[in-house]
């Protein structure tokens, strides 16, 4: 860290360097291009939309990403580096540089919060752009070694890698800042007090501060800490990281009024940061302000991660908080209006979707309202809620993001859905990748034993009942009888029910309307659909041509065995059409 006996600075091969500049103006990026040819660099790429963009690092591995901010209605510049990011298409040591005319807060705060290593501003001079890069390259590559050796999951290899290049290389406030969150990482306490006491000194940043501040909150003194953070923010007012830390030390010292203040301020300065506006939503519904935890949700719909699955996660994560707080409602009418406010919020967000991520919305929202009526004591109406929203993916289950399977598997169990149980439990089963909330409700789900042999009895039973329906119906109606004082809303067990009976003599046909209602005012899937309109008629006819019921084989099922490994990895999206309320 000291200038004596610092090697120079790596040398740039400007010819083999490989570029992609990405701008939805296409004379920007022309120009920018021309610029970059002088400087001898022979490799550059032109994206003028965001897909364009995907598909050029699909097939080239760049040194440096060059975007401009504000690309199209779609996603921003940000937005897709973090696309590019998450899909692992550009590599760690990638150079990001951000270009923009516009010097809004929120445009520094969301370039900042993606980390580049330069924010060029229009118009670009020659001589900006050659600094900019010739640093932008010159610190990629003294970085190179450590992003390697983080790769490959050997963080101690690269803390020492850290260590290695800022003697050799000398300060780096980049790499510096990443050594520092190595140490906290790996919980390094004695190596990172001399560190911490040398760049205090020598290099005082908000990073210091910051890893000061934790440094004294793992020793125990959180006051002070929350003291030396209060103080940071007051100086520099736009230091999201110094925010979301005092957040979060304000939560741990019970000081929720404040901590909820303080992730308002962050907030207001990202709205597009989903993460915040869940912080916020958190501790509104923690201090029951319905008011700010539906304002997190408006501005949420209005700025939702787009480019992948995450945005049905952060969704799914806002309701789950939202059910908390309308749950602890014991106003009817205050539920009401809460549930009319979050129709709009999910108008909102369809409005903000692209039109394949649409109906994962609409269905989605039929579940949300399910889980609602379920709750509420409504099993017929979250029943038709729920299959409503699925109807049209009853033949392609697999295609639904896995946080919507997850979301839906309770409702169908406590329904008694065994075919969609078994379709569902059989497409998150094959999979090894699910988010992190998806992975809590999966855990939560499988810790209900009771729940779980409670199916595992229905398939069993259910096997057994409709065994019964052509050779006895009368022992079958029996037994489809005592199924349905469990699951009085099963598909399979009304319909087997209504088989059966149809089968005794006349007088002997009498059923609720219950049973009826059951299986005719909602979808179903297409097995089950013929298997009820066959039901019907023989219901309906004087002299019925009575046929075999459906020979349908659902496996047992084995609930718990649900991998659950965290990756919010996106899943397969397809076209479909709006699915219409009722």
């Not at 103006?25 to 400087?39: D, P």
């Not at 963080?155 to 800022?166: S, V, W």
């Not at 997850?406 to 169990?413: C, S």
């Not at 084995?558 to 965290?566: A, K, W």
Request: hydrophobic share 45%; proline share 5%; aromatic share 6%.
């Amino acid at each position: 860290m000291t200038k004596s006996g610092q090697k120079p600075p790596p040398k740039i091969h400007w010819d083999k360097i490989k570029i992609l500049i990405v701008d939805d103006q296409r004379s920007a990026s022309v120009l920018l291009k021309s610029l970059l040819t002088q400087m001898g660099i022979k490799h550059i790429d032109i994206a003028d939309t965001y897909d364009e963009a995907v598909r050029a690092c699909h097939k080239t591995h760049y040194n440096v990403i060059m975007a401009d901010f504000h690309l199209n209605h779609v996603l921003n510049g940000c937005e897709l580096i973090c696309l590019l990011r998450s899909k692992k298409l550009i590599s760690s040591e990638c150079g990001i540089m951000m270009i923009s005319g516009d010097h809004s807060a929120e445009v520094i705060l969301a370039t900042l919060s993606i980390e580049p290593d330069c924010f060029l501003t229009k118009p670009i001079t020659n001589a900006a752009l050659t600094q900019k890069i010739t640093q932008t390259l010159t610190h990629c590559a003294i970085r190179q070694p450590v992003y390697q050796a983080l790769e490959v999951n050997k963080p101690e290899r690269a803390l020492a890698l850290c260590k290695q290049q800022l003697t050799e290389y000398g300060h780096s406030q980049k790499l510096s800042d990443l050594l520092l969150d190595l140490l906290v990482e790996q919980q390094a306490w004695q190596q990172l007090a001399p560190i911490l006491k040398f760049l205090k000194a020598k290099h005082p940043s908000h990073k210091v501060t910051i890893v000061e501040a934790k440094h004294l909150a793992h020793q125990g003194q959180l006051s002070q800490a929350i003291q030396l953070v209060e103080g940071l923010v007051e100086r520099s007012p736009l230091c999201l990281e110094g925010f979301d830390l005092l957040t979060h030390y304000q939560q741990l010292n019970h000081q929720m009024f404040d901590a909820l203040t303080t992730a308002k301020r962050a907030f207001m300065l990202t709205p597009g940061a989903s993460h915040r506006a869940l912080t916020v939503a958190q501790l509104a519904a923690d201090l029951g302000n319905s008011e700010e935890l539906l304002n997190a949700g408006r501005t949420l719909a209005t700025h939702l991660p787009i480019i992948d699955v995450n945005w049905i996660i952060r969704f799914a994560e806002f309701n789950a908080i939202f059910e908390q707080l309308y749950f602890s409602q014991h106003n009817r009418q205050a539920r009401r209006e809460m549930l009319q406010q979050l129709k709009g919020i999910q108008h909102r967000a369809f409005s903000r979707l692209l039109p394949a991520q649409q109906p994962f919305l609409t269905a989605y929202g039929h579940i949300v309202r399910a889980r609602i009526y379920l709750a509420e004591d409504k099993p017929f109406k979250a029943k038709r809620r729920a299959l409503i929203g699925i109807s049209h993916y009853f033949e392609k289950i697999a295609k639904l993001p896995s946080v919507l399977l997850v979301e839906l598997l309770p409702i169908l169990i406590q329904l008694g859905e065994l075919q969609l149980i078994a379709e569902v439990h059989h497409t998150l089963s094959i999979r090894d990748r699910f988010d992190g909330h998806s992975q809590q409700r999966m855990a939560l789900l499988s810790t209900n034993t009771v729940a779980i042999k409670a199916i595992q009895t229905l398939a069993k039973q259910l096997a057994e009942a409709k065994s019964y329906i052509s050779v006895a119906p009368q022992h079958a109606v029996s037994l489809y009888d005592a199924i349905l004082v469990r699951y009085p809303y099963s598909s399979e067990a009304n319909l087997g029910y209504l088989d059966a009976l149809s089968r005794l003599p006349t007088e002997s046909k009498t059923y609720t309307r219950l049973r009826r209602l059951a299986i005719s005012a909602m979808p179903l899937p297409a097995d089950l659909a013929l298997w009820r309109n066959q039901v019907l008629l023989q219901l309906d006819l004087h002299a019925p041509d009575f046929t075999e019921p459906p020979k349908t084989a659902v496996p047992l099922l084995n609930l718990g065995s649900l991998v659950t490994n965290v990756d919010p990895t996106a899943d397969i999206i397809e076209l479909a059409p709006p699915l219409q309320e009722g």
